[in-house]
């Protein structure tokens, strides 16, 4: 008996250790569609006509570039840089390595960063 239950707790050490390390790795989900504000909304579509033929939102899958789900939740994005509002504004203004620069207005690139913090 005695061997059975330590035999238990080892399968369920086994468990925890296992769901510790999958809850390490994991990001939090994007939030979904149906639960976008009306900035959100506007900045998926900027997304969709500017930025979404390169990268995946809602997943860290790469495409041309890195998969951006949970981008602003990070601590460090692909480059190692912070995503702070700062950081992400160059980078889509300017560009960054194969990454083009993009010709938003201030409206357009509020609604893309409001977007961007909701995956
Ligand atoms: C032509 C393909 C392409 C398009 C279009 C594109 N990107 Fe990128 N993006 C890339 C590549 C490639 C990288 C990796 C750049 C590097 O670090 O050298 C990247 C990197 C990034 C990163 C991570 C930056 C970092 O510091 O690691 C973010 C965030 C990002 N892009 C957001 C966007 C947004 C938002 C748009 C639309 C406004 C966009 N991208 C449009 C190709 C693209």
């Known amino acids: 008996m005695g061997h ?3 035999f238990r707790e080892f ?5 925890a ?15 979904p569609a149906s639960q976008w504000t009306p900035e959100e909304a506007r900045g998926a579509r900027i997304f969709a006509a500017n930025c979404a033929r390169c990268h995946y939102p809602t997943t860290t899958a790469g495409l041309h570039g890195p998969g951006l ?3 602003t939740k990070r601590k460090a994005m692909p480059s190692g840089a912070p995503p ?8 889509i203004l300017r560009g960054r390595g194969e ?3 993009f ?3 201030q409206d357009q690139l509020g ?3 409001r977007y961007l913090h909701s995956l």
């Open 4 to 6: 059975m239950r330590s």
């Open 11 to 15: 399968l369920m050490f086994g468990a």
């Open 17 to 31: 250790a296992a769901l510790g390390v999958a809850g390490c790795r994991s990001l939090p989900p994007s939030k």
């Open 69 to 71: 789900q949970a981008i």
């Open 84 to 91: 702070t509002e700062e950081r992400l504004t160059n980078l």
């Open 99 to 101: 990454m083009p620069g």
């Open 103 to 105: 010709n938003l207005d």
């Open 111 to 113: 609604d893309l960063l």
